[in-house]
């Protein structure tokens, strides 16, 4: 697993890194630029950006804790071993460096002052976890890994980061207005949601046989499909922080 992360700095081919890099960045400038209000410095995407590489290192060591933990109690390839594995252990465990990579670098900057800076934030933390991975599968299985994660993985990634992104915004508007309890609550989905989608991607296209797979097209499809709305939507609405409460909690 360590070799598996590592690959993209210990041998390269600069085709399949530019293959496995530009859907990423594609998609970051389209969130970026849907910012109408007030956009985030270049210095705070990058360390964002970095921040999701570095997550992808706790997720590694997460997942390879969870995964032994849950081996001990549960057999391997059977239908239990696989939802918590992919539903508790490697989405908890992904999304949960994500939100807290994001949450340490931004929760208290001066520039987190609308609503859907948090999807851009979210987005950019989720895309640099992304890069990175998709920078290891495709050293591993080539160009042809590169354009099927191209069209699902990375974009998939990006899909969780809006979710998360969604209640984060709404978790800091509400802690703004000094409403603790119900920020605590959207901290808590902010995580949650983007879990729980991310482990039904996961054991979908992983139990899918090839006359089933049709289920998997269709799942990524809607996720994609309600990605983009909620991006749109909540760009063309997007409020500072410092409006009636109204104004921003409309999602």
């Known amino acids: 697993m360590f070799y598996f992360l590592m690959a993209p700095i210990l041998t390269y081919n600069w085709i399949l890194i530019v293959s496995a890099v530009v859907p990423a960045i594609f998609l970051m400038v389209k969130v970026y630029r849907s910012d109408r209000l007030d956009k985030e410095s270049p210095a705070l995407l990058g360390n964002l950006v970095v921040a999701g590489i570095l997550s992808a290192l706790i997720a590694m060591v997460l997942e390879w804790i969870g995964q032994a933990v849950l081996g001990a109690f549960v057999e391997e390839n059977t239908r239990t071993y696989n939802i918590w594995l992919y539903f508790v252990v490697v989405a908890f465990s992904e999304e949960g460096a994500k939100y807290f990579m994001m949450n340490r670098r931004t929760w208290n900057s ?38 099927v994660r191209a069209v699902t993985a990375i974009p998939g990634h990006a899909c969780f980061g809006v979710f998360m992104g969604v209640f ?56 994609f499909v309600v990605a983009f709305l909620l991006v749109n939507k909540l760009s063309k609405n997007d409020r500072y922080f410092a409006m009636r409460h109204q104004n921003f909690i409309d999602v």
């Open 110 to 147: 001066p520039e987190f002052n609308c609503q859907y800076d948090a999807v851009v934030y979210a987005v950019f933390v989720s895309l640099g976890f992304a890069l990175w991975e998709n920078l290891s599968y495709v050293m591993h299985y080539g160009f042809t890994t590169a354009l």
């Open 168 to 223: 984060y915004g709404l978790a800091r508007g509400c802690s703004y207005l000094g409403e603790n309890g119900r920020s605590t609550f959207f901290r808590v989905l902010s995580v949650l949601c983007p879990a729980l989608i991310h482990g039904a991607y996961d054991y979908i296209a992983s139990t899918s046989s090839d006359s089933s797979q049709w289920y998997f097209i269709i799942f990524i499809a809607v996720l």
